[in-house]
């Protein structure tokens, strides 16, 4: 059927989202994700610092203290600064660690294990003490720590982990029954990777390990799969 002369032709309907629509919605994504990143780059370290300090400080029964956290939610790096756990007398230390830097990643939430691309410790000191007949100064410490008799087995965890640097670390064990210090000190390990996830299990890891001990430096490496079926590893 034909439509009369001189009719008006009707209008062909609009798209329902035009192209400045599509502009406004990721625009109003991209808000939303700048304001989420913005909370959580405000709020994340005031909770963690308060958290860490309340939930360790009652793990350990010691006092801890964390001097700061630095957060990016854009890439998941976090930052412990000057963190201190104290000794039985909370005037003095028993760990104190300059700097924890940890870089994670989205595959974590993935994998439901944590992955992570980077994990550096700059200067940790410890301090141990031997007070005799066989007893340590951190001995109420690992009470706390011990399981429970009848707490029943779990299964590892698994993780993924890349770049493990520790720099800068000092032990000093004091043995009060023979009267002497012993100190390590320029103490530096590095793991390139480490993982029991099943598809890294084959994954070649070359650790190093250096300090100074007596005045003496020492230095070794090593090459191995420590978490593959045949544990290969040379020194």
């Known amino acids: 059927m034909t439509s009369q002369a001189g009719s008006t032709p009707q209008p062909l309907p609009k798209p329902r989202f035009t192209s400045k629509k599509w502009l406004k919605v990721l625009a109003g994504l991209l808000a939303g994700l ?125 993780f993924a982990l890349y770049n493990l640097v520790l720099s800068g670390g000092r032990v000093d064990f004091t043995d009060q029954a023979v009267g002497k210090t012993h100190s390590v000190s320029a103490l530096d390990v590095s793991v390139p990777f480490l993982s029991n996830l099943e598809s890294k299990r084959e994954v070649k890891t070359a650790p190093r390990l250096a300090f100074k001990l007596g005045g003496s430096s020492f230095d070794s490496a090593a090459e191995g799969t420590p978490f593959a079926q045949t544990r290969k590893t040379d020194a």
């Open 34 to 158: 700048l304001v989420l990143w913005a909370l959580a780059y405000a709020l994340v370290p005031m909770i963690a610092k308060s958290q860490i300090q309340k939930i360790a400080s009652e793990k350990f029964g010691r006092q801890v203290i964390v001097g700061s956290i630095d957060f990016k939610p854009w890439s998941l790096e976090l930052a412990i600064n000057d963190l201190a756990i104290a000794k039985s007398d909370p005037a003095t230390a028993q760990i104190s660690i300059k700097r924890i830097y940890i870089d994670a990643e989205l595959e974590s939430l993935l994998r439901l294990a944590p992955v992570v691309d980077a994990i550096a410790v700059n200067a940790p000191v410890v301090a141990l003490t031997h007070l005799g007949g066989g007893r340590y100064d951190i001995d109420d410490v690992l009470a706390k720590l011990k399981p429970a008799p009848d707490a029943p087995p779990t299964e590892p965890m698994q």
